[in-house]
T-cell receptor
Framework: KNEVEQSPQNLTAQEGEFITINCSYS?????LHWLQQHPGGGIVSLFM???GKKKHGRLIATINIQEKHSSLHITASHPRDSAVYIC????????FGTGTRLTIIP | GAGVSQSPRYKVAKRGQDVALRCDPI?????LFWYQQALGQGPEFLTY????????KSGLPSDRFFAERPEGSVSTLKIQRTQQEDSAVYLC?????????????FGSGTRLTVV
């Protein structure tokens, strides 16, 4: 079993929809990362969370340490949000989920 | 430079060929990581350097894989006698503090295709 599980694996939505991507992990961590990977392969760090909630523009990330669960939300989604979103946790090394491929249709 | 630079961007190698992948981290970043990302999968840890010291190489899949960072800046990941299962994107990331979780910056990766 992977230490980091993401759902859904693939998500297609219409422009403007509210998007939620989930991440569950099975080990104790000190912090969790949400990353965005574009088709060209480059990875951008979106958030680092250790508790509560963070917001940046249309992106919101929440984490519940007790339940070992985090969510990434995108409000008013746009086609340029189309990418793979990856959850990663720091255990002894950074451990990644398999990613959620998001496609926003105009 | 402003970001982590990896070269080449794409590499096609014949099976059995040796390849060398380069990573130029952000200047001053102490920690450097290599990851392997197979198609449709999340990145998998390969190895970690703190300055020039290779502190963790537990993720290297075989002794055909070798990484070095001799002067604590540029790193090279070498794969000897490449096999088809080595085809993947190889990502490099650097961060300022020693083994910290903060400030990870990823390169764009090198896509290796072994034919």
């Amino acid at each position: 079993k992977n230490e980091v599980e993401q759902s859904p694996q693939n998500l297609t939505a219409q422009e403007g929809e509210f998007i939620t991507i989930n991440c569950s992990y099975s080990v104790g961590i000190s912090a969790l990362h949400w990353l965005q990977q574009h088709p060209g392969g480059g990875i951008v760090s979106l958030f680092m969370l250790s508790s509560g909630k963070k917001k940046h523009g249309r992106l919101i990330a929440t984490i519940n340490i007790q339940e070992k669960h985090s969510s990434l939300h995108i409000t008013a989604s746009h086609p340029r949000d189309s990418a793979v979103y990856i959850c990663a946790v720091m255990v002894e090394k950074l451990t990644f989920g398999t990613g959620t491929r998001l496609t926003i249709i105009p | 430079g402003a970001g982590v630079s990896q070269s080449p961007r794409y590499k096609v190698a014949k099976r059995g060929q040796d390849v060398a992948l380069r990573c130029d981290p952000i200047s001053g970043h102490v920690s450097l990581f290599w990851y392997q990302q197979a198609l449709g999968q999340g990145p998998e840890f390969l190895t970690y350097f703190q300055n020039e010291a290779q502190l963790d190489k537990s993720g290297l899949p075989s002794d055909r894989f070798f990484a070095e960072r001799p002067e604590g800046s540029v790193s090279t990941l070498k794969i000897q006698r490449t096999q088809q299962e080595d085809s993947a994107v190889y990502l490099c990331a650097s961060s300022p503090p020693a083994r910290g979780f903060y400030g990870y910056t990823f390169g764009s990766g090198t896509r290796l295709t072994v034919v």
